[in-house]
C-alpha cells in the first residue's frame, strides 16, 4: 500500500482505537488539560468567582512535599500493580491459549484503570510545575490530587480482583463466548434487510473483468461491504470478493474480481483498499469465528499432556455448542445488492463442513483417547443436528460417523462399550446413529 495510504485519518483511527493506548491517552490528555487549567489560572492570578472564595480551603503547608510524595507513591503502585498483573497473565498464557492474553489486559475496564493511574501522575507532574506561591485555583487543586490518589487506592484493589477473576478458566470462556455471541449477533443486525442476500450457487463474473489485487499484507478481518457497493455502482459494475474474511493475504495476492467494461483507476483500487478492514491478528469483535477457533483453542491447551484437564475442554465444547447453534440458526449472506436488486458485491463463505472440521477434528484429533471429550462432541452434534437440515444435516451426521467410529476403537472393555452404547441413541437428534456397539469376542478374559 502507498504511504499515502498507511497514513490516511482513518486507517489510522482504526489502528488508535483497535490498541491498548486508546483509553489511557484520552484519559491522560483529560488530565493534563485539566493540569494545565490550573498552572494558568495561577500564571494569570485568575481567583474565585464572587461568593465561592469564603468556601476554599487554603493552601497547606508544604504542599510541594506532599505532591512529591504522592507522585513517589502513585509511580510505585502503578509499577507493583502491572508486575503482579503480568505475572497472573503469563500464567494464563500457559494455561490457555497466547492469543487471549492481550485481549484480557486490553479489556476497555483495564484500559480505564491505566488511564486513570496515568492521569493522576501527569496532573501531579504539571502540579510540581507551579511555583511556592502559587495562587489561583491551587490550592483546590492539591486536595483534588490527594482524592485522585485515594480513588487509585481504591482501584488498586479493584484492578487486582478484576485480574485474578479475569484469568478464572469459567470466567476466561464466558468472557470469550459473550464477546462471539455479540459480534455475531451486531453482523447479523448489520447484514439484515432486502438488500442482504444468500444464493445457493455464487454468481461467477463475466467478461468482461478485471483482477485486483492486495496492496498490502495482512489479515483481512472484515469490510465496508456497503461502501464496496457504492465503488461497484460508481464504475456500473459487479465486485467478487477473491478470499474469506478472517484470511491472510500477501502483497498481491487476489482481492477481488470488478465485472465491469473499463478497467478501474488507482484511485477507485485505492478507495477499494480503504474499505478492508486490517488488523494485526485474530478480531473477534470483526469475525466471529475467531472467538470459536479461540475456544476451540483453549480446550486443546487443556488436552495437552502438561496440563491435562478434560474437564475444561468439556467446557469449551458446550460453549462452542451454544455458539455452533446460533450459526446454524441463521444463514448469513454472501451478496449485496443495490436498491434496484441488482448484485454489487458478492463473497465466498465457509460452510459448515468446513466450520466442524476446523472446530472439532482438533478436539477429536488430541481428545481422541479420551471417551468422555469423545461423548461430548457426540452430544454437541446431536444437539446441533436439530437446527439442521439438507446440507448442514449431512456434514453434522457425516462428523458423528467419525466420532462413532472413534468410540468404536478406543472402547476396547466390554463395560466401556455398553456404556458407550447407553448414550449413542440418547435424547432428541435428528442422527443416524447405531444403537449399541458391537461387542468383542473374548480371548482368554476380559478384553483390555
Known amino acids: 500500500m502507498s504511504p499515502r495510504l498507511l497514513l490516511h485519518p482513518v486507517q489510522l483511527f482504526r489502528r488508535f482505537a483497535s490498541s491498548i493506548a486508546y483509553l489511557p491517552t484520552l484519559a ?11 498552572l494558568l489560572s495561577t500564571t494569570l492570578d485568575v481567583g474565585f468567582p464572587d461568593g465561592l472564595e469564603a468556601w476554599m480551603p487554603p493552601l497547606p503547608d508544604g504542599a510541594r512535599g506532599l505532591l512529591t510524595a504522592l507522585l513517589g507513591g502513585m509511580v510505585s503502585l502503578m509499577v ?32 480505564r484503570v491505566l488511564g486513570h493511574y496515568l492521569g493522576t501522575i501527569l496532573l501531579l507532574l504539571l502540579l510540581l510545575m507551579a511555583p511556592d506561591d502559587a495562587r489561583g485555583w491551587m490550592a483546590p487543586a492539591v486536595y483534588l ?15 487486582i480482583h ?3 477473576q479475569s484469568v478464572q478458566i469459567d470466567a476466561v470462556i464466558r468472557d470469550l463466548h459473550d464477546a462471539t455471541l455479540r459480534a455475531m449477533q451486531h453482523q447479523q443486525a448489520r447484514q439484515r434487510g432486502e438488500r442482504w442476500r444468500f444464493m445457493d450457487a455464487r454468481p461467477l463474473p463475466r467478461a468482461p473483468c478485471h483482477e485486483i489485487r492486495m496492496h498490502r499484507e495482512g489479515y483481512v478481518q472484515g469490510a465496508d461491504l456497503a461502501a464496496m457497493a457504492n465503488l461497484a455502482a460508481r464504475v456500473n459494475g459487479r465486485l467478487h470478493l477473491s478470499f474469506r474474511f478472517g484470511d491472510y493475504l500477501i502483497e498481491g495476492a487476489p482481492l477481488a474480481v470488478l465485472e465491469a467494461e473499463e478497467a478501474p483507476d488507482a484511485a477507485w483500487e485505492a478507495a477499494l483498499q480503504e474499505c478492508l478492514v486490517r488488523l494485526d491478528g485474530e478480531s473477534v469483535n470483526e469475525h466471529y469465528v475467531h472467538g470459536m477457533t479461540q475456544l476451540m483453542e483453549v480446550a486443546l491447551k487443556a488436552l495437552s499432556p502438561g496440563i491435562n484437564d478434560p474437564g475444561t475442554a468439556r467446557l469449551c465444547l458446550h460453549r462452542l455448542t451454544d455458539l455452533l447453534r446460533h450459526h446454524l440458526a441463521w444463514q448469513p449472506p454472501n451478496a449485496l445488492l443495490d436498491a434496484q436488486q441488482r448484485l454489487r458485491v458478492s463473497w465466498p463463505l465457509e460452510g459448515v463442513d468446513g466450520l466442524l472440521h476446523r472446530l472439532f477434528v482438533p478436539l477429536l484429533h488430541y481428545g481422541g483417547d479420551d471417551q468422555s471429550v469423545l461423548l461430548g462432541l457426540l452430544k454437541a452434534l446431536k444437539a446441533l443436528s436439530l437446527e439442521a437440515d439438507g446440507t448442514r444435516l449431512t456434514a453434522l451426521q457425516a462428523m458423528a460417523e467419525r466420532v462413532v467410529a472413534r468410540l468404536d476403537s478406543v472402547s476396547r472393555h466390554a463395560m466401556d462399550r455398553a456404556f458407550v452404547g447407553e448414550r449413542l441413541t440418547r435424547g432428541r437428534h435428528r442422527l443416524a446413529l447405531p444403537r449399541e456397539l458391537p461387542s468383542i469376542p473374548r480371548e482368554g478374559g476380559d478384553a483390555q
Open 145 to 159: 490530587a490527594c482524592v485522585l490518589v485515594v480513588h487509585c487506592l481504591g482501584l488498586f484493589v479493584y484492578f
Open 80 to 111: 507493583f500493580s502491572f508486575s503482579m498483573v503480568m505475572s497472573i497473565l503469563s500464567q494464563a498464557g500457559g494455561h490457555f491459549s497466547h492469543k487471549l492474553v492481550f485481549g484480557l489486559i486490553g479489556e476497555r475496564r483495564h484500559q
Open 162 to 164: 478484576n485480574a485474578s
Open 28 to 38: 491522560a490528555a483529560s488530565y493534563g488539560l485539566l493540569g494545565l487549567a490550573i
